[in-house]
């Protein structure tokens, strides 16, 4: 394998260039060599130098040393036209004395590329490139690859540096993002490699929440099959630390229409899974084991999805998601049971009167309003398409998505009330009209917009006033 100086982006050769012209030396190494040589395009560049911080601060003075404790400094820099990229620069390391298996307690420089390189995570990773050798465009690299990292590139192997539990005692994450990688590159783990992560797991075990949710997130996003890497977080005994609800579902077998238990069947439906739903495919079905029952017509689920939804925000909360994403997705959850009757009404005899398609507009827009909207209409669609093509008994029919595409297109087409907000009525207005206040006032307005759901030709101030003047009445607010 072969890289020339054309291939890397001028940006970067600029940070190089300056660290040579100053007496250091630049050289390319981490991630980045490895897409390279995969024919990727790397989302950035890591230059490492004999160069200390402080010296590197001076040498740039657009740069920020927010990492300067553990010798990295941002450098930002410009290309040909002028725009901005930030380039890692990182002085040679050899760390020691890692705390609980999760930061170096101390940070020791060291002299040489191939004692920063001994200290790496894996092999693939532990190559570098050179960055002040090459003048000419055309010129080939020499990649210094003490690891044997090329080779296993071509063997499609994640393999440790050194000894494995040695790495991974140093830092716990390192156990997750070898299955992260193995599963973003359609690598296998080495044997001794695999091997080491399941006899350090309790290193793994004091990793912070938010580092492997970004770790797990990556595996999602960055796998064409995340299934490959969420097999081996469960074969690993990681899982079992992070998300152990998830291995409920092992062996839990399901009605003769699935074709694999709850676990596989779950993680099958990611990998169908467009990005937006990928997390609520992983965890839609994730209340079943907690709500089977098994009576003389066959295994049941009943309310796994409300069951799920619960689950699904309490893990989410664990592992320290915005609220933005835990409320989408448990929305997501909560409502993919969706059942829209489109077959049955067509195969009616009695058709006469009854609503198009077998969902009033009413039943239209509450679905709208119970998933949050329009857009999160369209993901739980998506979600139902994977949920559908991971059933490998499943065959495929688009004929009721469509149908409900088709209504709820319609209704969304005409005038609709779906948030309080939307109202021609406000907490003002009812101050202004009746001795109520605080949560009286959210009460009497959710009852007014549970009304114009179901009819948008109430959406007018007068006649939503004399609505709210009968349920004050009523409920005796």
Avoid at 142 to 158: E, S
Avoid at 341 to 361: C, L, M, V, Y
Avoid at 402 to 422: C, P
Wanted: aromatic residues 8%.
């Amino acid at each position: 394998m072969k890289l020339q100086k054309s291939q890397i982006p001028d940006y970067v050769l600029k940070v190089s260039e300056t660290l040579s012209i100053n007496g250091y030396e630049a050289y390319l190494v981490g991630g980045s060599i490895r897409d390279l040589l995969l024919n990727k395009t790397p989302e950035d560049y890591d230059i490492a130098t004999n160069a200390y911080p402080e010296q590197i601060s001076a040498i740039f003075e657009k740069s920020i040393p927010t990492g300067a404790k553990f010798g990295t400094i941002t450098v930002i820099s410009e290309d040909s036209h002028g725009e901005k990229f930030d380039v890692q620069v990182t002085t040679y390391r050899s760390e020691a004395d890692y705390v609980g298996g999760r930061w170096p307690s101390k940070v020791e420089f060291a002299r040489t590329i191939q004692e920063d390189l001994s200290r790496r995570d894996f092999s693939i990773n532990s190559m570098a490139l050179d960055l002040t050798s090459l003048k000419d465009s055309q010129q080939d690299y020499i990649l210094i690859d003490p690891y044997q990292g090329q080779k296993d590139l071509q063997d499609k192997i994640i393999k440790a540096v050194g000894n494995p539990i040695e790495r991974f005692e140093e830092d716990g994450l390192r156990a997750v993002r070898a299955c992260r990688l193995a599963s973003q590159l359609g690598f296998i783990v080495e044997e001794n490699t695999f091997e080491a992560i399941k006899q350090t797991l309790h290193i793994t075990k004091l990793v912070s929440v938010e580092r492997f949710r970004d770790e797990l997130l990556k595996l999602l996003y960055k796998s064409s099959k995340p299934s490959v890497g969420l097999r081996l977080l469960k074969d690993s005994g990681i899982l079992n630390i992070f998300i152990p609800e998830l291995l409920e579902g092992i062996n839990v077998t399901q009605p003769e229409f699935h074709s694999d238990d709850v676990f596989e069947h779950s993680i099958l439906t990611v990998d169908q899974a467009e990005d937006s739903v990928k997390l609520a495919a992983l965890f839609h079905d994730i209340g079943k084991p907690r709500t089977i029952t098994v009576d003389e017509k066959g295994t049941h689920f009943y309310g796994h999805d409300m069951r799920g939804a619960e689950m699904t925000e309490e893990i989410m909360k664990r592992l320290k998601f915005s609220n933005a994403e835990i409320e989408q997705t448990v929305k997501l959850v909560r409502w993919h049971m969706f059942y829209y009757p489109s077959a049955d009404w067509r195969n009616s005899e009695d058709t006469k009167d009854k609503p198009i398609h077998g969902w009033t507009d009413a039943a239209i827009r509450r679905l709208i309003q119970n998933v949050g909207g329009l857009e999160s209409v369209d993901q739980l669609l998506k979600l139902r398409i994977a949920d559908q093509l991971s059933n490998k008994k499943y065959e495929f029919n688009r004929e009721e998505l469509d149908a409900i595409s088709t209504r709820i297109a319609e209704v969304s087409a005409k005038e609709m009330a779906l948030k309080v907000s939307d109202l021609d009525i406000s907490g003002n207005d009812l101050i202004d009209n009746f001795s109520i206040s605080g949560p009286q006032i959210g009460k009497v307005l959710n009852h007014l917009l549970e009304r114009v759901v179901e009819d948008p030709g109430l959406n007018k101030k007068f006649d939503l006033l004399l609505i709210a003047k009968e349920y004050i009445a009523a409920t005796n607010l």
